[in-house]
């Protein structure tokens, strides 16, 4: 039997447009409104789990290690909402270039396009909930009115303690065919949305601990991905550009929405690239509820590849 008519029906099938992902700050039904062009990238993630990253690497790939414009301009996010869709699609009109798009809707609420490349970065759900932490504390109070506004609800503050607020952030959804991901999104529902189309030609999978530990390896498989050529004397100064280290340091240029007053520290949106933190943060009783639910959210080789990446549970394509 080949590998082709070993996979499921969903997997056969091209992604569909199945759901309209509304929150606080974004809204999918914006992406009716993009018109593709060849080559574009839509670099579509879960909050917090390594979408700027792959952002700056797909960028470093198509303009080299200095950029044209600040990434939080160049690649803007073109579902949130608290920004006019007529601004953003002017601007991405605009560039002459390759495209770079954010996005954090999942492969089931964006249109889908042969000729557009779609990558998808996945991260240890725990340690994209305590980055999501981290974020709601640096949101600036700018940033927090415009989402109450938006949601029409009067102003109240999060919970400042994660262990308070994770068994909220594993149980109550954001959308009523998800389980969990209050308040930002389902990281598990984005890894299932994309994981069945993983052997499609322009779909790329990267993963959180891969480019922490291996970015000069992820920086040639997403070059090898998108067909762009980089000479051996040329990838040292891409992973330069690319570091963590790197957007930390240029963060008025490299966090999302710097140009919009979206944090009260840029730097600090670039908070500690976490791999494995939960084990320190999460209490006992925290860690058992997701033990328990991790298996529900996700069948065991999905799972296994969002905890370890592909370093450790091995290239998606051939899972």
Request: some cysteine; proline content about 8%.
């Amino acid at each position: 039997m080949t590998g082709a008519q070993s996979r499921s029906a969903a997997e056969l099938r091209p992604p569909q447009r199945l759901h309209r992902y509304e929150t606080a700050v974004s809204d999918s039904a914006r992406w009716t409104e993009y018109r593709p062009r060849e080559g574009d990238i839509i670099v579509s993630t879960a909050p917090k789990c390594g979408t700027t990253w792959t952002q700056m690497a797909a960028a470093v790939l198509v303009h080299g290690p200095r950029l044209p414009a600040p990434l939080t301009r160049l690649s803007p996010w073109l579902d949130r909402a608290l920004e006019p869709l007529d601004t953003v699609l002017g601007e991405l009109d605009a560039q002459p270039w390759r495209r770079v798009i954010k996005t954090h809707t999942p492969l089931d609420g964006l249109p889908y396009y042969e000729e557009v490349s779609y990558l998808y970065c996945g991260r240890d759900p725990r340690d994209a909930f305590l980055s999501m932490m981290d974020n709601m504390r640096n949101a600036s109070p700018a940033t927090m009115t415009a989402v109450f506004e938006r949601l029409g609800v009067p102003q109240v503050a999060f919970p400042d303690d994660p262990n308070m607020f994770f068994r909220v952030w594993m149980t109550a959804p954001m959308h009523g065919w998800v389980e969990d991901g209050f308040p930002t999104g389902s990281v598990f529902g984005a890894a299932r949305a994309f994981w069945p189309h993983r052997h499609l030609s322009n779909v790329h999978f990267l993963h959180y601990r891969d480019l922490r530990l291996d970015l000069p390896g992820e920086l040639r498989r997403l070059a090898g991905f998108l067909g762009i050529v980089v000479a051996d004397r040329d990838l040292p100064a891409l992973v330069e550009a690319a570091s963590f280290a790197a957007m930390k340091a240029n963060a008025d240029e490299t966090a999302p929405g710097a140009h919009l007053g979206e944090w009260s520290d840029n730097g600090a949106f670039f908070a500690k690239a976490r791999l494995g933190a939960w084990r320190e943060v999460l209490t006992g009783e925290n860690q058992a509820l997701y033990a328990e639910l991790a298996p529900r959210r996700a069948p065991p080789q999905l799972r296994a590849w969002l905890e370890g990446g592909r370093a450790l549970a091995g290239d998606p394509r051939e899972l």
